[in-house]
């Protein structure tokens, strides 16, 4: 197990029920950046394979 899983499993512990925005997570994630600018080029690669995680789909 990744340490990263464990936050991702307590993400979903906590707020699994919930529904979200794109824009609300946009916000969220700008707002990490800030708080932690160390951590740009990681949110930056996450925000782009959100954003083009159906482009895949199409291929063949």
């Known amino acids: 197990m990744y340490f990263t899983d464990r936050g991702i499993e307590e993400l979903e512990a906590r707020r699994g029920e919930e529904e979200v925005t794109l824009a609300w ?5 700008r ?8 951590f740009e080029t990681a949110v930056e690669r996450l925000a782009t ?10 291929e063949d």
Do not use: G, S, W
């Open 25 to 29: 997570l946009a916000d969220k994630l």
């Open 31 to 38: 707002a990490f950046v800030d708080a932690n600018p160390e």
């Open 49 to 58: 394979y959100l954003a083009r995680d159906d482009e895949d789909e199409f």
